[in-house]
């Protein structure tokens, strides 16, 4: 194994690591989602900052690699994936503080039917099901699991398209609980984001490993 | 129009081949880098435009080499004004034990040109095509070998230049050089591509990349891959191609 070899596994050693972390952030998030378990949620919001530091890491790590090794074709390409991929880890770190700040601040009377009515807990378990699919292929190196993520996607956005009504119901009968109800809105907007993010993962460990690129295209065209 | 087209072009050093089989076609104003391991053939593969292996005992070559759509292995090709046409710069600075001055006019002076003044503005104004002027101005008297070798390699290019040639051929040009003397070379070439072709053998993958417009790939005589440099470095479509550019070979 050459020099640039190491360096480049190291770098996805540290990737996986950074995707744990966040896979097991979103895990804690709806675990005090689940229980409205504020001390769970304070956890989470100080685990951010660990999200927060690998990411800085991880991109210093990839410009050093970029200016000491010049990677080319297929090693050029991951490094750019890993770039990406730090992005979107690091953003979906946000959004589940969001969730968990969320968590702190509502009060102990919240309706938790509201969860099973918005079908929110079967969002974050696709969410994590996208998250560990997309970490599964990052790992083996294979596009075909990949892939996959472009079909389970398609239940978040069905789930959050459906919400809008759900909650807006919901509101006309429970006039006196508005503000949780939007609040657990903007979580469904922030689980439908963290499967976009998911997904744009994919899309980058297929440009990296067979240099397509696949952003912006229709689904048909990414199952290709 | 091709500038140069090379047709099933074999190549062989007594009873072994150095080529086999290749077939390139490089476009005019454009930069074509040739890339590979040492012995793979990209030198001998370049010194064919200008027939400098006729030099070489016991050569054979087969197939075509055309520059312009002119086989230049035709009979009656007249070598030397091939030569004029094809200029070369080659891996070391190697001026002639000359003036600065002397070692520009050489060419058109062999070339039977005796016009004081038109030698002495063709010298000017190739010296200062190659970015050379400012510092040789006041010592065109001296010495060729009183330049550092940056300096001579720009002289040596100012030389091939000051002949009119519409192809240039380099070899390693710049192998010899320190980083900045490297950079003055490269800019050179990317200004040069506007008016002649250029083919340039190179050992440094980001010198391919930062000076050439196509890229062609040779290992063991052949010709792996020829495409875009873009393509070459991003996305080779040939995994030899990609093994070497990444340096895992072999």
Known sequence: ??????????????????????????????????????????????????????????????????????????????????????????????????????????????????????????????????????????????????????????????????????????????????????YLLSIIRKLERVGDQAKNMAEEIIFYIEAKVLRHRSKVEKNK | MYKIESKNVDFFYGASQALKNINIAIKPNTVTALIGPSGCGKSTYLRLFNRMNDLIDNTKIAGQVLIDGEDIYAKGVNVDSLRKKVGMVFQKPNPFPKTIFENVAYGLRVNGITDKKLIEERVETTIKQVVLWDEVKDKLKKSAFELSGGQQQRLCIARALAIQPSVVLMDEPTSALDPISTAKVEELIYELKTKYTIVIVTHNMQQAGRVSDTTAFFYMGELIEHDTTKTIFTNPKIERTQNYITGRFG
């Open chain 1, 1 to 182: 194994m050459n020099h640039l070899d190491i360096e480049l596994q190291q770098l996805k050693a540290e990737t996986m690591k950074m995707w744990l972390l966040v896979n097991l952030q979103l895990t804690k998030g709806k675990e005090s989602l689940l229980n409205l378990d504020k001390d769970l949620a304070r956890e989470v919001i100080l685990s951010e900052r660990r999200v927060n530091a690998y990411e800085l890491k991880l991109d210093r790590d990839c410009e050093n690699i970029f200016a000491l090794f010049n990677p080319l074709a297929v090693d050029l390409r991951f490094v750019l994936a890993v770039l990406k991929i730090n992005n979107n880890l690091e953003r979906i770190g946000d959004y589940v503080e969001g969730i968990a700040k969320f968590v702190l601040n509502v009060d102990s009377n919240f309706d938790t039917k509201l969860l099973e009515i918005t079908r929110v807990v079967e969002m974050f378990a696709a969410a994590n099901n996208m998250m560990e699919t997309v970490l599964e292929a990052f790992d083996k190196e294979d596009t075909s699991i990949a892939r996959k993520v472009f079909q389970q996607d398609e239940l978040l956005d069905d789930i959050n398209i459906k919400a809008n009504s759900i909650i807006a119901d919901y509101i006309r009968n429970h006039p006196d609980n508005i503000d949780a109800t939007l």
